[in-house]
């Protein structure tokens, strides 16, 4: 994950997902408000968990690349067995792609067996996900005073809204809102996923008086002076700003948007009558039949004819 690449293809995969789940998640809830109950992941019409699979392909994908083509020997060890300094951070990446990897595998074994709880194991199994996502970057090897330190620094705010949103999602699955801003901060992840490969790997981009060095295998931003560094810092706290506002107002503009997309649907009442309903109908002609058998039985009691009334009268 430590190049250009390495951010920008997973960033890119967290961009969909997110994007997928904040289209569904509104889609859903407003062809259906009061039924609406949230989803760990969305099925296809034509392949059903595409998703997932999707998840899994870029996880060992990513796996692959951190420990068997990325590094020079095509393997992440030293000659005497153990890790090396600067294979410290392919092992901390790929244990986050660990994590989304029992994630996906689990969802689709739930999804076939179907078992009670279902979805809430699901979202569990993805909030240790987040959970492995954020400890990884919380004690990351890497520099956490630099300009990428700051980028990590930000990036760990988004990923504890994804958690605890995952969380609350399990208590309250018929919540949209914890959906919606679930879904969102996990399409923010990708969009800063992206940024920060672009800005930290393509030199025109670089902080006017920071540049690119090469240390223990890989490449880091250093600053000239501590000024520039103070510089860095600010720009990389504006652009998380402004990227925080633009994915709001995307957010609430996409809501709108397929709210008038998809509007409600009409909810239409059974023609058929319930058993309670006809039990009481059935309690009504028996109490009618009743009052007109006591009102003949009357007639019969007094030994006249009805028709002798209307004589005597």
Known sequence: MGTLVGHVAPGFGF?????????????????????????????????????????????????????????????????????PSNHLQNFEHASISLALLIYASFAIVFDRVNPRLRDEMTMLLAAAAFAQQLLMFHLHSADHMGVEGQYHWLLQIVIVVSLATTLLGVALPRSFLVSFVRSASIAFQGVWFVVMGLVLWTPSLIPKGCFMNLEVGHTVVRCRSEEALHRAKSLVNLQFSWYTAAMAVFSMALYLWLSKVFPEEPQYLPLVKDSAGEELEEQDSDLESQKKLMESDSFLHTGKDPRAFQLER
């Open 15 to 83: 961009l969909v997902i997110g994007l997928w789940h904040l289209f569904n998640h509104i889609k859903l809830h407003s062809l259906r408000p009061s039924s609406y109950a949230s989803r760990p992941w969305f099925p296809t019409s034509k392949l059903r968990r595409l998703e997932l699979y999707l998840i899994m392909l870029g996880s060992l994908a990513s796996i692959s690349m951190e420990l068997v083509i990325g590094p020079e020997k095509h393997q992440p060890f030293d000659d005497d067995g153990t890790i």
